[in-house]
């Protein structure tokens, strides 16, 4: 229990974009990262699905902590290249977190492909030092785009055309991509178990 009578959730991730998300989402908890706490070794994602990758990251930062620890993958699948790059979505184009040379890539990858449809998933792993772990999904859909449209967001945003939103994740707002993004999704999902325990 932190001191502001709030419960403490500890964040697999250094990621400040995506902690102010979750603390949106979870107004009841104190998110703290990893780091915060004490722990900042870099864990091999060695996992075959965002699942495994987000579990694994969250054992890791348990066990070390010994505090109950929230993790998440995500990434983005296309229909037509077979759900690639998946897991390797951060590192499609062969530097981790290069996102102008994995939009280069996927846009090259896509140059002649007619069916464009393309989901961003994300898995929610939350692990207790008592062995009980919940995991959880969100996915959002889309197509990808012929070029980048807007600056804004992060990675794939610039050429995801989003379905709910009907225009780019780069020209979207924060407000907006939140509301509908994979990561939302899946910590809504994960929200809606933890308050019918």
Do not use: W
Request: net charge negative; glycine share 10%.
């Amino acid at each position: 229990m932190a001191d502001n009578g709030k419960k403490r959730l500890v964040v697999a991730t250094g990621n400040a974009h995506k902690l102010k998300e979750i603390a949106e989402i979870f107004p009841d908890y104190e998110i703290v990262s990893q780091k915060q706490m004490g722990f900042d070794e870099d864990v091999e994602e060695t996992g075959t699905t965002f699942a495994e990758n987000a579990l694994i990251k969250a054992r890791s930062a348990c066990k070390a902590l010994n505090l109950p620890v929230l993790a998440d993958d995500s990434g983005i699948c296309v229909d037509a290249l077979g759900g690639q790059p998946g897991i390797f979505s951060a590192r499609y184009g062969g530097v981790h977190g290069d996102d102008k040379k994995n939009r280069a890539l996927l846009l090259q990858n896509m140059c002649c492909e007619k069916n464009r449809k393309a989901h961003f998933t994300c898995a929610v792993a939350l692990v207790y030092p008592d062995g009980r772990e919940i995991v959880v999904e969100g996915k959002t859909h889309g197509e990808i785009l012929l070029e980048e449209h807007g600056t804004g967001g992060f990675g794939y945003d610039p050429i995801f055309f989003s379905t709910d939103l009907q225009k780019s994740f780069g020209v979207a707002t924060a407000e907006e991509k939140n509301a509908v993004s994979h990561r939302f999704r899946a910590l809504q999902a994960l929200l809606a178990k933890l308050n019918s325990i």
